[in-house]
């Protein structure tokens, strides 16, 4: 009497070997922070290891000191991104808070703080447009952001002539974000102090708070999440007059890291922010991401643009690089994306 033939069992290595790539998306899937920090790590070796001299605190305090605006910026583009959106007003929005409150201070007497207030507000006002034309005429962010981009551009330009603000015309607590702030042997300012302390409120509003649970659900799943009885306009909405108000704190710790408010004050800007939450691990495609990436994205932007300057070489391996990264990191999130949980 025959057995029935049976089909052939796959290689115990072959399964083993898919079983540890599973495990691999998985676990990069849940903590989308530990490819930039193990890649913000391998860099600070590398660096260091071509010029000593990037390890050293005066490197250290540069590459902080030339983060912190962006890394503004990114936290709120963060927030954006996380619904699926995408912002290329951002450098706009801050940069219009941050000259109309210059022009306060300086041409009109306004009282520091209540200009630095103005800036905060028109930063809000910028997200209250864009998340108004987003969650309730139903448009898609990439062509709205690049509308109101040249709308923030133009009113920027109409209100200064395209002139830049001095900070000697400016009281001194506009440019208060600039003090000197010693600690631990690095030359930091007020200014970082007070991105790190943004970064601490949205993490831990993300983190633990239903506002950030309806943010992830959003960007997950919108349809899923409109479902569930999630009110997804107002939390789109919610989301993009949070950002403004980012981008209006940005501008006043532009202004103290410059020394002065000028209208080309952020070179690069949606592009640098956009890439520091891509490289931080934040998915395109919402949903997945967090700030703490997206701090360690900007360093890392950064990071090579200072070790290869130190290293001798010339701005464009940085952008060469950098581009590389994105591209990397965008295929990496496709990967990842193929694991829901």
């Known amino acids: 009497m025959t057995s029935p033939e049976t089909a052939p069992k796959a290689p ?41 001299a990037f390890a050293q605190p005066r490197a250290i305090s540069l590459l902080l000191q030339q983060t912190a605006v962006v890394a503004a910026l990114a936290v709120g583009q963060t927030l954006i991104i996380l619904t699926g959106g995408i912002d290329l007003s951002v450098g706009a929005a801050a940069i219009l808070g941050c000259m109309s409150s210059a022009l306060l201070a300086s041409q009109h007497g306004l009282p520091a703080p209540a200009a630095i207030t103005v800036g905060i507000l028109i930063g809000a006002l910028c997200g209250l447009l864009n998340g108004a034309l987003v969650s309730r ?102 989301v993009y007059i949070v950002a403004g108000v980012i981008y209006g704190i940005a501008a006043w710790v532009l202004i103290g890291r410059a020394g002065a408010a000028s ?15 891509v490289i931080g691990g934040t998915s395109l495609f919402g949903g997945r ?39 990397a990191a965008v295929a990496a999130d496709q990967w990842i994306r193929k694991v829901r949980t």
């Not at 790539?21 to 890649?39: I, K």
């Not at 209208?263 to 939450?277: E, H, R, Y």
């Not at 703490?292 to 070489?313: D, E, H, R």
């Open 12 to 52: 115990a290595a072959t399964s083993r070997g898919a079983s540890r790539v599973l495990r691999a998306q998985h676990f990069l899937h849940e903590r989308p922070w530990v490819s930039p920090l193990a890649l913000l790590v391998l860099s600070i070796a590398v660096f260091t290891l071509l010029n000593p």
């Open 137 to 238: 005429l139903k448009l898609p962010p990439f062509i709205v952001t690049l509308g109101t981009l040249s709308v923030f551009t133009a009113l920027t330009l109409m209100l200064t002539g395209g002139s830049t603000v001095q900070g000697r015309d400016m009281p001194d607590a506009m440019t208060a974000a600039g003090t000197r702030v010693p600690f631990l042997g690095l030359d930091l300012n007020l200014g970082i102090i007070v991105v790190g302390l943004v970064y601490l409120a949205v993490g831990l509003a993300l983190g633990f708070t239903a506002w950030g649970r309806r943010v992830y659900a959003v960007g997950d799943a919108p349809e899923a999440a409109r479902l569930a009885g999630i009110s997804v306009g107002r939390v789109l909405l919610s």
């Open 263 to 277: 209208p080309n004050g952020i070179v690069d800007a949606n592009l640098a922010s956009i890439t520091a939450v």
């Open 289 to 327: 991401g967090g700030v703490i990436g997206t701090v360690l994205g900007a360093l890392i932007v950064q990071s090579f643009a200072i070790g290869l300057t130190l290293a001798g070489l010339d701005d464009e391996y940085r952008v060469l690089a950098v581009g590389a990264l994105v591209i």
